[in-house]
């Protein structure tokens, strides 16, 4: 319960108090009450993580309709990396809803498209030609990489990682990796479509980077064929897959590889994106120029935009009116994410980032000490996770990471789950977010582990 730094009010939104406030048990009545108003209305399969009725949120906390104030450690999945309602996000929106809402860009077009594919030009690794192409999600940025790289190259296999996720659309379905809960039942998925095995550094038996590119290269070579192959998708840093940060020089071998062999390489930045990993983009630890780089989330403060950016040869492969969408590249999400740029270029958030990534991964690595359940912690930046596991054996344990999700909820704090085996926990806090809410959530989640 502590008062916040200056900055996380100013920048992240609304001028609510950055605190943890508990009001009432978790839901609350309010709570309780849309929650039951959802399961008469809404489709079971579109879940929620914390049952609350949210009626404003900012800096590092989100309200709920009985009164409590929960610390977000996960940016509606790393959305809202300039906070809720970003002052230079609303006064921008508000001046665009004032001018016009929509005139679809491929009809009549307008200045705000063509400047966020100029700022995603000039961001981006790499400063050969690039051309930009808006959308609105992340899986719809993701189909169009791929169609994309498929007219380019006049091939059409694409190969993705085990772990991968890359939406719930058909075609990024059957990207994704993991079946429950995002394909069991779903099929059948788009064929052309293969796996190539990840390096996952806490599970591959230490194998180094250029080993783990040699094995997945030469599976691709055997299995697939680069004459066949268009592309090669991957998250930088695997997000719903695990936060698996890939042993060093898996990411470049697979490049180089790629540049040789006539394929295209497709860095999905779509959660890693956008100073989240504290650079504007995860390629760049690694010192990797994508071919094609697929971004969204926390691109536009909270607004639905999606964008593919890539060599200008690729891009213009395609034909006129073959790329687009009534919503692609939105006017109103366009202004966003111009002052969504702005705010993490003048309000220091990518460095910001790297600042929370200190923390976390510092008193994170410290409970790990003092805790043989926590296997590992990774991460860069503002993205980081816990792996949890059985100290005898190293196995997974969901549901440890279930019970300490729950509990944190309970106690608001809002944290996320992921990972293959469901035994990870992860950080993905706003990084307008103050150092003192981050360290009590992080409190939170050690007597957690205590109490479980
Ligand atoms: C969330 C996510 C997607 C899908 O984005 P949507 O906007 O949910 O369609 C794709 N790739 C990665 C890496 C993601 O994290």
């Given at each position: ?291 094609v780089i697929v971004t969204a989330k926390g691109i536009a403060g909270g607004l639905p935009l999606s964008a593919v950016t890539g060599r200008a040869e690729i891009m213009d492969s395609a034909m006129a009116g073959g790329l687009g969408g009534t919503y692609a590249g939105s006017p109103i999400a366009c202004a966003a994410a111009l002052a969504a740029i702005e705010s993490y270029r003048e309000d220091g958030l990518i460095e910001r980032a790297r600042e929370i990534g200190t923390v976390l991964i510092g008193r994170l690595n410290a409970l790990r ?84």
């Open positions: 319960m502590t008062l916040v730094a200056p900055t996380a009010t100013t920048v992240g939104g609304p001028a609510l108090p950055q605190e943890r406030r508990l009001v009432t048990s978790i839901p609350g009545p309010r709570s309780q009450e849309l929650m039951a108003r959802k399961a008469e209305a809404v489709a079971a399969g579109v879940g929620t993580t914390i049952p609350v009725s949210v009626v404003a949120a900012g800096g590092g906390v989100i309200v709920d309709a009985d009164g409590n104030s929960i610390i977000d450690l996960g940016s509606g999945i790393a959305v809202t990396g300039v906070g809720n309602s970003n002052p230079r996000v609303v006064e921008a929106v508000t001046a665009q809803l004032n001018a016009f809402t929509h005139t679809c860009f491929t009809v009549a077009p307008y200045d705000g498209y063509v400047s966020v594919a100029e700022k995603l030009n000039e961001l981006t690794p790499g400063d050969h030609a690039k051309r930009s192409a808006l959308f609105n999600s992340g899986a719809e940025a993701v189909e169009n990489a791929v169609k994309i790289a498929r007219h380019y190259t006049k091939k059409q296999a694409v190969v993705a990682f085990d772990h991968a996720y890359h939406g719930r659309t058909n075609l990024t379905m059957g990207l994704t990796a993991k079946n429950i809960p995002y394909k069991s039942g779903f099929g059948p998925f788009a064929p052309e479509v293969y796996r190539a095995p990840l390096s996952y550094p806490f599970r591959d038996g230490g194998l180094s980077g250029a080993e783990a590119a040699a094995r997945a290269i030469l599976q691709i070579e055997k299995q697939v064929g680069a004459e066949n192959l268009a592309a090669i998708i991957i998250e930088p840093i695997q997000g719903e897959g695990g936060f698996i940060v890939p042993a060093p020089g898996f990411l470049p071998a697979l490049v180089k590889w790629a540049n040789e062999n006539d394929v295209v390489f497709i860095a999905d930045e779509v959660q890693t994106g956008f100073g989240r990993t504290g650079a504007w983009f995860a390629s760049e630890h690694e010192g990797i120029v994508p071919d000490t003092a805790d043989a359940r926590i296997g590992d912690v990774r991460g860069r930046g503002a993205m980081v996770a816990i792996e949890l596991v059985d100290p005898a054996t190293g196995a997974p344990d969901a549901a440890l990471t279930g019970k300490l999700a729950a509990y944190a909820a309970q106690h608001g704090v809002l944290v996320l789950t992921c990972g293959t085996y469901g035994n990870v926990i992860r950080f993905l806090p706003p990084l307008t977010i103050s150092d003192e809410l981050l360290i009590e959530g992080l409190g939170v989640i050690a007597e957690g582990l205590k109490q479980a």
